[in-house]
């Protein structure tokens, strides 16, 4: 006899623990680079394909993924992208050269590109927006965790098993949200897709690859090369004329109408904004212990997980305030916390750097949390349950854009000034530039209405003083 649970327990579940294998194996392959660069006897650039492959794939399955969730099932086609994602980790653990790795960490990426915008879209649809503040505290787990676990579990295997562990550590995660999810997810997610938009999808899947790559490399291959201009160029050529397209056909495969929405475009930007600061921010204090400083990989990394420990408690402290707040104001507090931990990381040196780099992390981690948990939980509260996988795979795809423009910014900087050991000022020039990105995020999140968020306060629409429902308004698809 099956048992029933929850639906909101077993979607929370599945996703979570599905999210979660993804965000930390794109910071684990980092710590194993040179690694892998000694053992197929290659130079570090030549093994960067395994990371910018896994981003150029995640970027190509992303913008369609509201599409399949919407056509095959959310359910369906939810259990499909973790299977896809895992058996291409063992597949990573087991290739003997370079391009069979780079080949399934192309696969690894289809999987991860499909999974998070069509999770997001059950967990949404699971809570109504009265709770989505709860399902936030949930979702913040491994946005939070799973970057600052990625590169201490990635030092501990790369030096005490095999570089081939950081790709094996998926298979059993993905193995029991697969069974899991197959036993007990909910059916009957499906929503009307229409047609599928092959203009779109070719524009999409050719143009947003090519800014990813531009991005991604631009730091390292200087951003006038020609590599990076002819692909920066085409990408961003390609993307505009995926804009136009898709504002004229009657059945898009992104609904950018949905953007006429004032709470999701602000929190929207808002998110990418933040993203950009944090990843970047993510990307950068490793970097300077290690080549600045001289720690050692693992020490790094648990200089940094103190981030993941400080999320926790800001999104423990936000959940609690949201319904009697309000987003806007718990945005810009947690905004302007993360503008002044990220600049004071301009501060450390030899001197300190030892107890101040960790301590700055718990800050930015909590200010963190206790801005972007509030701002999940708003994003999609005007948006009906009919677009909300459309919703959520917009949200995503810019969201990915924006951290791989936030390190592609804070590696220009690096390149630019080349700092070397004990020579720090290039790295406190890019946190200043990565606390900047952190202000436009305050900016944004001052922008946001509570009345538009008042679904998920508990309110209906516009507030204590309206209606009285909590039932979400539809966004015109014309708007």
Known sequence: MKVALPPKAVVSAVFVASMFMNIMDATVVNVALPTLSRYFAVPVASVSGVVTTYLVTLAVAMPASGWLGD????RRVMLAAIGVFTAASAACG????????????????????????VGMAMMFRAFPPAERIRANRLLIVPTLMAPALGPVI????????????????????????????????????????GRFDLPGFLLAGAGFPLFMYAM??????????PPVLATGIAGLALLALFAIVELRVTEPML???????????????QLTFAGAGFVGTLFLVPLMLQNGLGFSAVHSGLSTFT???????????????????GPRRLMVAGMTGTVVTVGGMAFAGPANAAWLIPVLMFFT???FGFAMS?????ALATVSPALTGQASTLLNTLRQAGGAAGVALLGSVLAATRPGPLDLAGYRLAFVAAACLMVAGGVLSAMVRDSDAAPTMGYGPGGPDGPGTIAEPAVPEAA
Not at 97 to 112: D, I, M, W, Y
Not at 216 to 225: E, K, L, P
Not at 257 to 267: H, K, N, Q, S, V
């Open 71 to 74: 056509r095959f099932g959310a």
């Open 94 to 117: 087991v290739a003997t050269s370079l391009p069979e790795l780079v080949t399934f960490r192309a696969v690894q990426g289809l999987g991860g590109g499909t999974l998070v915008p």
């Open 154 to 193: 990635g030092g501990l295997l790369v030096d005490g098993l095999s570089w081939r562990w950081i790709f094996y550590i998926n298979v059993p995660m993905g193995a029991a949200a697969l069974a899991f999810g197959a036993l007990f997810l909910p059916r009957g997610s499906e929503h009307p897709a």
């Open 216 to 225: 991604s490399i631009g730091a390292s291959s200087g951003w006038g090369s």
């Open 255 to 269: 609904r950018l109408r949905i953007y006429a929405d004032r709470l999701f475009r602000t929190t929207n930007l």
């Open 307 to 325: 981030e993941a420990i400080g999320g926790m408690s800001g999104v423990q402290m936000t959940t609690r305030l949201y319904k009697r707040v």
């Open 365 to 367: 981690g909590c200010s």
């Open 374 to 378: 509030p701002s999940q939980a708003a």
